[in-house]
């Protein structure tokens, strides 16, 4: 019996060296974040109204938008700001739909002050082209195929107001409530569901968290705003990388030394996600544009000595390299079941792993609730999907490996928003593993 114990806690000492991973860079560091948040939010200051409202521009990005423009369009003159103060350009980047149509339906419809830009192709092209057509004092970028919650312009504009030191910011973005109750489908719905719960986190606690302390790694390319002096002294957007937006970010923080954080109030709704196949193509193209500016910007302070003082280092060992070790994790159970290690032990230790992540989902959660009280609806909804805080941690581990999967890919010569689709690189690696078991047998014949 005592060599019994000897030898489980022997083995869980093993497994306890990998849990100190994740606790001490992820668990411990949520739970300190997630206390400053609650304490910065227990009187939230309210934004005075200037006595002249500056006139604005919107910039929207057209690709193939004809089913979702009008909507887009139309959610900028429901917005609470004065349309005779907003500028729209739309500006479309080589479409092959019938969006010209909606263009000139919405203009006949809204009255605003509109106009259609054509540009090369590529959003950082559109965004580039419209900049220097644009009038407003603030500039908005919004994605033409999400709509604005009808005060989000009218709270960035009065933080930029109040607020002289800030030089950008990015909204807070949700996938859309009403597509996700209308899902049929269950494996989509808990797919949308585990979205929805993530895009709250990850915005009204991740990146409040990254603002406090000026270190906000991307603005949303869905929905983005600058004041127009800022934008012009930078190198516009950077045309070669798939993460355009997150380039802007470090050009406007790390180059310039100007302050960029994210409104909470101001909220952008998108289209939740389509499949499993889109998440994957998603992911990866995040993870890349994300490596090609973390190369460009890292510089000389890449090294691990670098870790407490350059945030990008942490970010780089949270994002990349500590993807590797769980997915050691997984593997190296079953090599050990065969090492005849004991499967309650295994159990066991991934269930201690497994709740210290559930346990940071429940503290994000609360973090949410508190910020989205000036939105009853929404936090509504949000508080009927507490139940994901259950399988949140299994959904990031699979977007973990999607993300792994976008490093390796990364190093690819044709960088390009449309890669292979999960069932497509799925069915390749089947098709491999075949071939190579069919070559065996022929070997031993």
Known sequence: MRYFWYLTVRQMGFWLTWILIPIVVEIIPAFISAFVLVIKNKHQDREEMPM????????????????????CVKSIKDSTYPSDLIQVILADNQSTDNSFGEFARAQTDFGLHMQLLKTQKGKANALNASIYQSIGTYIFNIDSDGTLETNALMNMVLKFENNLDISAMTGTILPRKDMIKRTKKFHLRLLRDNEYFEYAQAFLSGRVIESYSDQLFTMSGAFSAFRKATLMKTFMYDTQTLGEDTEMTFQIRDRMKQKVLICT????????????????RQRQRWQRGELEVEKDYMGKGAGLKYFFSNFLVRRMMIDHTFIFPKMIWMFASVVLLFLRYSPVILGLSYLIIYGLYVSVSIVNFLCVELLLKKFENERRFYSKLFWVVFCLPLYNFICSWFRLIGSLNESAENKNWNSRGFKEESGNIVKVVKGDVRNLERKRN
Do not use: H, Q, R
């Not at 002249?52 to 909507?71: G, R």
């Not at 109030?265 to 994957?280: T, V």
């Open 52 to 71: 002249k409202l500056p006139f604005i521009t919107v910039i929207v990005p057209v690709y193939n938008s004809e089913a979702t423009l009008y909507n």
């Open 265 to 280: 109030d101001a909220i952008f709704y998108i289209e939740p996600i389509g499949s499993l196949d889109e998440l994957y």
